[in-house]
């Protein structure tokens, strides 16, 4: 139904579905692959609670989510998508990422691409989620591996949203 209506991008794997609807990464993974075969561009998010967060699990947790959730593509296909790396912790909690902490795990998420796909992990497009606002937008951005961001809540505030639009125009 999306790509009839011409849907460019389709998210997989966000955090609320994951939680609320227990979609595992062998879910995240089949619907990466049916977005692919419809002509579509994946955004696959990945990001630990903050329980994994706290007990020191974030890169096992989101090193899991990336290698399962890309299982069985193609480089080519890697190189394509877009990976949105959102804490889970910080979503709709007023906790937000540091940009330090953000720029880390993207540059995470892009290093575990580069184990299993290679010069693939250059191409990959990654987001930086989970309490995306105007006033944090500048030091997101100016980190090597986040490539743009997946807005959330700010994007229902339109001044807010502009703001951050405004940052790339």
């Given amino acids: 139904m999306l790509a009839k209506l011409s849907v460019s991008y389709v998210l997989a794997g966000h955090s609320e579905r994951r939680q609320v609807f227990g979609e595992t990464d062998e879910d995240v993974n089949k619907k990466v692959k049916a977005i692919f075969a419809a002509g579509m561009t994946p955004i696959m998010c990945c990001g630990e609670t903050e329980d994994e967060r706290e007990q020191g699990r974030t890169e096992e947790k989101v090193g899991s989510q ?24 910080a979503i709709g909690t007023g906790k937000t990422a540091s940009a330090d902490d953000a720029g880390n795990m993207c540059t995470f998420v892009r290093n575990t691409v ?56």
């Fill in 66 to 89: 990336v290698r399962l959730g890309l299982q069985g593509l193609t480089a080519e296909q890697v190189a394509s998508m877009v990976i949105a790396y959102e804490p889970i912790w």
């Fill in 114 to 169: 580069a184990e299993q796909f290679g010069e693939a992990a250059d191409s990959v497009r990654i987001l930086s989620g989970g309490s995306v606002k105007a006033v944090n937008i500048a030091g997101l951005m100016a980190k090597r591996d986040i490539d743009g961001a997946l807005v959330g809540g700010a994007s229902l505030d339109p001044d807010s949203f502009a703001s951050i639009i405004r940052y790339y125009v």
